[in-house]
């Protein structure tokens, strides 16, 4: 066999379908033949965006005055002419000037008469927004609303006719390993398209309080943000919004909105002009497997209420510092990032049942849902009305308790998913020190009760002694955050 009939042997095998092996699935070794008349399709409806800020700068730099030889017959020339030019331009150098910063993302029509999609970082603190089509016109864009916790945006044209839109998909039916292709405007060099596969599901990179990200191979890069990530029924199952990457290039790592999270939070920006989540009132945390253990559940699941927020929803219905959340309004919490996003999904007033695990039973709990918007108002007028309780510290049982403050991380190293009371000091000889317990360490719980102020310890351990307790569990954590349970006599 020649090597030219060799190559043509092997490329022929490489591209046809491997026959299945009994008892698993067929195996395909070649993607998609074309995606070219998707994307010729498709290209219209996808925008650049171009935004230009004008960002005040400091005053202007001085010139540096030309230097001529020691005794030159010019230096009194020099002299003169700078010293005049210098003080005839301090006022103008001296005044505030500003620049115009211009940044370029992507985009993508939903609505024929000019609703257009992109993230909120793209166009945030811009002055004007243009968006340049395909076939080269130019529209200057309007914010119709944006949402910051989910960097979605929703802009407004004026167009003279119709123009092409695209439509949102399923992404709950995507799986890994599906098809998907990117379009947008990488580094400002125009349409793009790229085709790669679904890496992942349900990703959560840190960016924000719903993260619930798709992450694709496709090529995403500086400039693709805003675009869309289309599955190959050509619709939008993603917003294009991160990349992971050293370079600042794409090395495989992007990742996208995808539809689900998407559209409710576009609905609300289109009707309303702004988000209307749904409220729960409380802070929460992860359920480990000591907390867990502790507790008496047989696997670590759910989301740990740390603290509950003064006349809001969790506490006017009863729900506690100590409770873990296993369901709300039907859906299961299997981790505690999911109850973040199963809340603000809630319609705003709507009374849902809360499972909660308290003491080792199982409590229905009924809640009506705030607008989280509206919490986030209260508190902060509450943080600024200067009536905020004074932060104090409590001594009980040879310790001293005082608040978790970012000063007290700081100084202890402590881990920021550590919560509760710090223990600021411990007396020598006291059955605490004898049990290990150092200045440095966090007490999350008193009797399988969380706790996150020193009034709540002292209320706390008033209680048990109420209540004819001899002793305490205490569930204490190291500065790194690891858990342990200390006993300690209440007498």
Do not use: C
Not at 153 to 173: C, D, H, I, N, R
Not at 271 to 292: C, K
């Amino acid at each position: 066999m020649t090597f030219k009939k060799f190559l043509k042997t092997a490329a022929l095998a490489f591209a046809v379908t491997v026959a299945p092996v009994s008892g698993t699935v067929t195996a395909y070794a070649a993607g998609p033949a074309s995606v070219a008349d998707l994307a010729e399709n498709l290209l219209g409806a996808v925008v650049n965006i171009s935004t230009s800020q004008n960002v005040a700068s400091g005053p202007g730099q001085r010139a540096p005055r030309p230097q001529v030889p020691d005794g030159s017959p010019f230096q009194e020339f020099f002299d003169e002419f700078f010293n005049n030019r210098n003080g005839q331009q301090q006022q103008r150098r001296n005044a505030p000037r500003s620049r115009k910063v211009q940044s370029l993302g992507s985009g993508f029509v939903i609505d024929p008469e000019g609703i257009i999609i992109t993230n909120n970082h793209v166009i945030a603190d811009a002055d004007e927004i243009t968006v340049d089509f395909t076939d080269g016109s130019k529209l200057i864009a309007t914010v119709v609303g944006t949402d910051p916790k989910t960097d979605i945006a929703v802009l407004k044209v004026t167009p003279e006719k119709p123009l092409q839109a695209v439509a949102f998909g399923a992404s709950k039916s995507s799986r890994v390993g599906d098809w998907v292709m990117a379009i947008g405007n990488p580094f400002g060099q125009g349409s793009s398209v790229t085709l790669g596969i679904i890496s992942a599901i349900n990703r959560d990179i840190n960016s924000g309080p719903y993260d619930n990200f798709i992450q694709t191979d496709a090529a995403i890069n500086r400039g693709n943000s805003g675009g869309p990530l289309f599955n190959m029924n050509g619709e939008v199952i993603g917003i294009n919004t991160a990349i992971i990457s050293p370079s600042g290039g794409s090395i495989g790592l992007g990742f996208s909105i995808p539809s689900s999270l998407a559209t409710g939070v576009i609905d609300q920006l289109r009707n309303f002009g702004e988000t209307r989540r749904g409220w729960l009132g409380v802070s929460i945390q992860p359920v480990n497997e000591d907390e867990a253990e502790a507790l008496g559940m047989t696997s670590a699941r759910g989301a740990l209420v740390a603290g509950v927020t003064p006349k809001g929803p969790a506490e006017k219905s009863g729900i506690k510092v100590g409770d873990v959340v296993l369901t709300f309004d039907g859906k299961s919490v299997d981790e505690m990032r999911d109850l973040p996003r199963i809340v603000a999904d809630t319609e705003v007033g709507k009374s849902v049942d809360v499972v909660v695990l308290r003491k080792g039973k199982e409590e229905n709990i009924k809640v009506a849902v705030g607008r989280l918007e509206d919490g986030e108002k209260a508190m902060a007028a509450g943080e600024n009305s200067g009536d905020a309780e004074e932060s104090k510290t409590v001594s009980a049982l040879g310790m001293t308790f005082g608040e978790l403050t970012d000063e007290a991380r700081s100084e202890f190293k402590i881990n920021s998913e550590t919560k509760g009371v710090l223990i600021t000091a411990v007396e020598d000889g006291s059955v605490a020190a004898e049990k290990g317990v150092k200045a440095g360490a966090v007490l999350s719980e008193i009797g399988q009760e969380a706790v996150s102020t020193p009034a709540e310890v002292e209320a706390r351990f008033a209680a048990l002694k109420k209540e004819g307790r001899k002793k305490a569990l205490l569930l204490i954590s190291s500065p790194d955050g690891q858990l342990g349970f200390v006993v300690l006599s209440l007498e």
